[in-house]
């Protein structure tokens, strides 16, 4: 793993030389109203099993609405989502993270009445015994798994840069280190997707650079990634793909070059700059 | 105090040292009551922690499980002669089965949404038990036959004193296992963030039902036990005060905390008794301090204490 | 028959006026503080014991309420000012219980100024019955239901169009804007509670001839104020109002048609079967939550 990561991914290289798997999320005419506003509309596409693919457009183009028709958080108005295959348009989110998708949101959404730990350690959640009676008469065997799902969660704060966090209450920590949890708890859930929503939001630079690390170390070990983000420096140097929406609707597709030669992309970025 | 929150075994053996010791410093069979009461509520408010201080969602009707399984013990035993434990054990199932029902739907609503149902059946409840008085004697109440088990009757102050003393021990370590695991941990998730625990596979609804049935479940075993202890059963006892109080007693000690709960149900049991000296002026002082606790210690009092000791360690 | 139903309808209505009342006075709270003000009942507890009991020592009618009305005012102000307004970033279930603490507290005082028994107010015109299509109405029932028309058509008017009442409403729509563009948030927030009590209060006063006073009468009628509030969806003006009269006129059906013991339960039945289909009330909002 830390060997790859440190492997010179840029996309020039990859993006001729790695096989193309088949589509492990399409979505299908998908589409999101609010109040007779759309926040989709008629969207298509498919993210690629294995790939880091990048989401872009303006403030307002519709991202977090797709990230969050796509993890069952919203019902679509209309269209498809399918994962691994299967309609799962409008099914709960839990069920999606059963079948193993996960994400972390723009706006923190941490247990703040935990502590960083016990943060990830739900991120086990579905890798535990989590019914009644055994956790109210305590049988070892829940206990020794939760021990190990402890370690576990330790292992990966450290993975993620904040191993000197783990007995801190997630109350306590800086905005970066939060962000960074997010993800660790997405990851203790072992999913084959995580969808991102913009995870260097409001970092520094040396924080977004660990970011981009830590993103393509898991990428490696075979995550496909769907990645929300404004810091173009790390979008192109890290996606395999990029969707560029703007309004709901679909801009352009491509790989990074093509997508930054767009014309289309280029205006829309440029009307939407102040 | 840091110990009574966080450790498990050492807050744990606090309690049952306490509870032992207790009756050497009570003088006589008033004070055995006041004590008996007091874990009473103190059993029902762990579970209503779990599902206030955790799981973060309200309650403002348990009273109203409280006094079913009272009013089944009552009826089941005096009305139609059931043996009393297989009684409490109906009423138990009963109560939980309504409580799952019930659930469902209501534990979709949020805030005061959730407050507002909960009030609404706590006083159905309780308008029923008063209404009905064929089977509950009405707003007077029944009598209710005492509790016996293999030919044995539980009699007097230092009898139940030790019963409810050994029930609040097992109570409190079934919470404190409960919340020292993944389901635990999940319920905490449920009241932190329900989008963040959903996400990574938390199905909240499961969790916020089964421990609303939890709950429910709690405090219907210790309305049976006190219908039995107390002989008598009024409607008083499943209506809104009676549901305040007791939610009351969960806040006041400090949400989030087993021992705090406990401490609460306490304080709040002891608290009218002692205020007796106030007279007249005994709703005025009540209303003032449940004001000022909230206002000055919105995080209840144990939590609030023990936040105090370590930084006072450190100075 | 129809005459039944009519007695049940004018009957439903007076009390569903004071269930308005006390609804709309909810809503205020809300809308200013997001705060569910229990001792909203209190409210019109003080303003029909003060009109009683003051009338009853020789003050004159008019006086007396607008007397129990500015007590409950500055009452109202108190409990914003040292108790809720302290209390901001307090969870729900503290709030709650801050105000529950708020309302034992009034009614202790209530009982030692008043003493614990029931006082009577004298109908404001009369107990001669009117006599509507079989139906009989007591005077009393056209002042509840006059002086809560007015009133709600007065509170309308306030917030459409006075400053106060506007800086009220953008308060309740966005806390921290109302902030930005100079509104007092504070004094938004003092100034609702002064108006729900002085709602409340009225209320009392008028509804005091038909239920006598006592010192507990606010606990119901809080109560169900509240179910008013919730029915018509918390923070909406009209859909408390909405709320209050439904549950007023479905009680006095209820306790006609079915049961008068259960009378009580029907405000309970129907806001949980609202509530199961509609969870934010008949006419509350209904946006996705933004994540
Ligand atoms: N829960 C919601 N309720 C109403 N409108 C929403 C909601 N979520 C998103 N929107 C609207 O949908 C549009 C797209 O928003 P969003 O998906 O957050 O954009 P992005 O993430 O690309 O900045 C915006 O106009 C936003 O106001
Ligand atoms: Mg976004």
Redesign the pocket.
């Known amino acids: 793993m830390k060997m790859l990561a440190t492997t010179d991914l840029s996309p020039d290289i990859t993006a001729q030389a790695r096989r193309v798997g088949p589509p492990i999320l399409k979505v299908e005419h998908l589409s999101r109203e609010?109040?007779g506003?759309l926040?989709i509309g008629d969207l298509s596409f498919a993210i690629a099993a294995g790939d880091i693919h990048s989401i872009i457009?303006p403030?307002?183009?519709?991202?977090?609405?797709?990230f969050n028709l796509v993890t069952g958080v919203y019902k679509p108005s209309g269209g498809r989502v399918l994962f691994d295959g299967a309609d799962v348009s409008g099914m709960a989110p839990y069920r999606l993270a059963a079948r193993g998708m996960s994400r972390t949101f723009?706006n923190l959404q941490i247990f703040f009445n935990m502590t960083a730990l016990e943060n990830v350690m739900v991120g086990r959640h579905l890798h535990l015994n989590t019914r009644l009676l055994p956790a109210l008469f305590r049988v070892p065997s829940l206990v020794r798994k939760d021990r190990e799902a402890k370690d576990r969660a330790a292992q990966l704060m450290a993975d993620v840069g904040l191993g000197k966090y783990v007995d801190a209450d997630a109350a306590s920590m800086p905005y970066g280190a939060l962000k960074r949890l997010e993800i660790a708890r997405a990851l203790a859930s072992e999913p084959k997707l995580l969808l991102l929503d913009e995870p260097a939001a409001g970092l520094n630079a040396t924080e977004s650079r660990e970011i981009d690390e830590v993103i393509k170390t898991v990428a490696a070990s075979g995550v496909t990634i769907v990645l929300?983000e404004h810091d173009m420096k790390m979008v192109m140097g890290i996606s395999h793909r990029i969707t560029a929406?703007n309004q709901?609707r679909m801009l352009a597709e491509g790989t990074p070059q093509e997508v930054a030669a767009n014309p289309d992309v280029i205006a829309a970025y440029l009307g939407a700059a102040p | 105090m840091n110990a009574l929150l966080h450790g498990r075994l050492t807050g744990l053996l606090a309690l049952g040292a306490v509870i032992a010791v207790l009756p050497a410093f009570l003088p006589n069979n008033f004070y055995l009551d006041i004590a008996i009461l007091a874990g009473f509520n103190a059993v029902v408010c762990v579970g209503l922690n779990l599902l206030i201080g955790y799981a973060g969602q309200i309650s403002l009707g348990h009273a109203g499980f409280f006094g079913i399984g009272a009013y089944a013990s009552g009826v089941l035993v005096g009305t139609y002669g059931w043996p009393p434990i297989v009684a409490l054990l109906a009423g138990a199932v009963f109560v939980g089965l309504l409580a799952f029902l019930v659930a469902k739907p209501i534990l979709r609503l949020k805030g005061h949404y959730l407050a507002m149902a909960t009030l609404g059946i706590g006083i159905i409840v309780s308008i029923v038990l008063r209404t009905e008085s064929g089977l509950t004697g009405g707003p007077d109440g029944m009598m209710v036959e005492p509790f016996k088990i293999f030919g044995v009757e539980l009699y007097g102050e230092k009898v139940w004193y030790w019963v409810v003393g050994v029930l609040l021990v097992g109570v409190v370590w079934l919470s404190l296992n409960l919340i020292d695991s993944p389901m635990g941990r999940a319920l905490r998730a449920v009241h932190g963030s329900e989008v963040a625990a959903e996400v990574v596979g938390v199905d909240t609804a499961r969790f916020k039902v089964m421990v609303f049935v939890l709950s429910a479940v709690f405090a219907s075993v210790a309305g049976s036990l006190f219908a039995h202890y107390a002989g008598l059963i009024t409607p008083a006892k499943a209506d809104f005060f009676k549901s305040i109080e007791l939610v009351t007693m969960v806040v006041f000690g400090g949400m989030a905390s087993t021992f705090g709960a406990v401490v609460g149900a306490v304080v709040l049991t002891l608290l009218p008794q002692a205020l007796t000296i106030f007279q007249d002026y005994q709703q005025i002082v009540l209303g003032g301090i449940l004001m000022a606790t909230m206002v000055f210690m919105p995080k209840g009092l144990l939590p609030t204490l023990a936040a105090l000791l370590p930084a006072r360690r450190r100075a | 028959m129809f005459a039944e139903l009519l007695q049940y309808l004018l009957s439903g209505l007076t009390i569903g006026a004071i269930y308005a009342l006390a609804g709309l006075g909810f809503s205020i709270i809300y809308n200013a503080s997001h705060v569910i003000n229990f001792a909203q009942g209190e409210f019109i507890m003080i303003g029909g014991m003060a009109s009683a009991t003051l009338t009853a020592s020789g003050v004159p009618l008019p006086l007396a309420i607008m007397i129990g009305c500015g007590g409950a005012m500055l009452v109202g102000v108190l409990v914003a000012k040292f108790a809720v307004e302290r209390a901001r970033n307090a969870s729900t279930v503290t709030l709650i219980i801050i105000t529950i603490g708020a309302s034992i507290f009034l009614r202790g005082v209530a009982e030692l100024v008043w003493g614990k028994d029931f006082k009577r107010l004298d109908a404001f015109s009369g107990e001669t019955p009117i006599q509507i299509m079989g139906a009989s109405m007591q005077p009393q029932s056209l002042w509840v239901v006059g002086t809560a028309g007015v009133l709600i058509v007065a509170i309308g008017l306030f917030f459409a169009r006075t400053l106060t009442g506007k800086a009220i409403l953008a308060t309740s729509h966005n806390r921290l804007a109302a902030q930005l563009v100079g509104i007092d948030v504070k004094r938004v927030v003092l100034a609702s509670f002064a108006l729900s009590a002085a709602l409340g209060a009225v209320g009392g006063a008028v509804v005091a001839p038909i239920t006598f006073s006592y010192t507990e009468m606010g606990i119901m009628l809080g109560l169900k104020g509240f179910t008013a509030a919730v029915l018509g969806g918390l923070g909406h003006g009209p859909g408390a109002v909405a709320g209050g009269l439904i549950v007023g006129i479905a009680e006095a059906l209820g306790a006609g048609y079915i049961s008068s013991a259960y009378k009580d339960a029907v405000a309970f039945v129907i806001i949980l079967a609202v509530l199961l289909f509609m969870p934010n009330g008949l006419f509350g909002k209904r946006?996705?939550?933004?994540v």
């Open positions: 609010f109040g506003v926040a457009g403030n307002g183009a519709g991202k977090t609405t797709l723009q929300v929406l709901g | 946006g996705t939550e933004r």
